[in-house]
């Protein structure tokens, strides 16, 4: 079962995030079979994080579940919440799979958040600057909750416009890049 993970940092969390780096990145090479797409979010400053994406093939809601809350920033108080969800993998692919590589470009997270019917359930036509593109799911798997998409654009409005904007109550745009060692 693929699953989306977003840890949203505490604000002024960053010296200690900092200081986790190490732990962090051990904790992540624990999953490194298991991951499909992994990065932080930066500030519009583009140096500031805001946050670290995983997006993690897991057994079940219990591995995922265990897999976000036992991450040493989290447990640690760096992040201020965390949103898990069913993700479905609609390219079939890794970031590392992605033909525009690491760098090169904007990355951006797209987080559309569900209202009413399920909207952006085909991969877009033009998927060369897609990294990961899927559906957020409800913990059964049934009900479509919003869109979640790692992607290389312009600009955030450009990045935005991947999703129908007027089918979700809030669609949020994030600074992102290709996350793990180097």
Same mark, same amino acid.
């Given at each position: 079962?693929?699953?989306?993970?977003?840890?949203?940092?505490?604000?002024?969390? *960053?010296?200690?995030?900092?200081?986790?780096?190490?732990?962090?990145?051990?904790?992540?090479?624990?999953?490194?079979?298991?991951?499909?797409?992994?990065?932080?979010?930066?500030?519009?400053?583009?140096?500031?994080?805001?946050?670290?994406?995983?997006?993690?093939?897991?057994?079940?809601?219990?591995?995922?579940?265990?897999?976000?809350?036992?991450?040493?920033?989290?447990?640690?108080?760096?992040?201020?919440?965390?949103?898990?969800?069913?993700?479905?993998?609609?390219?079939?692919?890794?970031?590392?799979?992605?033909?525009?590589?690491?760098?090169?470009?904007?990355?951006?997270?797209?987080?559309?958040?569900?209202?009413?019917?399920?909207?952006?359930?085909?991969?877009?036509?033009?998927?060369?600057?897609?990294?990961?593109?899927?559906?957020?799911?409800?913990?059964?798997? *049934?009900?479509?909750?919003?869109?979640?998409?790692?992607?290389?654009?312009?600009?955030?409005?450009?990045?935005?416009?991947?999703?129908?904007?007027?089918?979700?109550?809030?669609?949020?745009?994030?600074?992102?890049?290709?996350?793990?060692?180097?």
């Amino acid at each position: 079962m693929e699953f989306f993970c977003y840890h949203r940092d505490r604000p002024g969390s *960053v010296p200690l995030r900092d200081e986790l780096l190490e732990e962090h990145w051990s904790y992540m090479d624990r999953y490194s079979k298991e991951l499909i797409a992994r990065g932080s979010t930066f500030a519009a400053d583009g140096d500031t994080p805001t946050g670290s994406v995983h997006i993690v093939d897991l057994p079940d809601l219990a591995a995922a579940r265990a897999f976000a809350f036992d991450e040493p920033n989290h447990q640690a108080g760096v992040y201020r919440d965390v949103l898990l969800r069913r993700w479905r993998n609609l390219l079939g692919r890794s970031m590392w799979e992605f033909g525009g590589g690491r760098t090169g470009g904007n990355r951006y997270l797209v987080l559309g958040l569900g209202s009413g019917p399920a909207a952006d359930l085909a991969v877009p036509t033009d998927r060369d600057d897609l990294i990961a593109y899927g559906p957020l799911l409800s913990d059964d798997g *049934v009900a479509w909750l919003g869109t979640a998409v790692l992607l290389r654009a312009p600009d955030p409005g450009t990045a935005r416009a991947v999703l129908t904007a007027e089918r979700y109550a809030d669609i949020e745009v994030h600074a992102w890049e290709f996350g793990g060692r180097r």
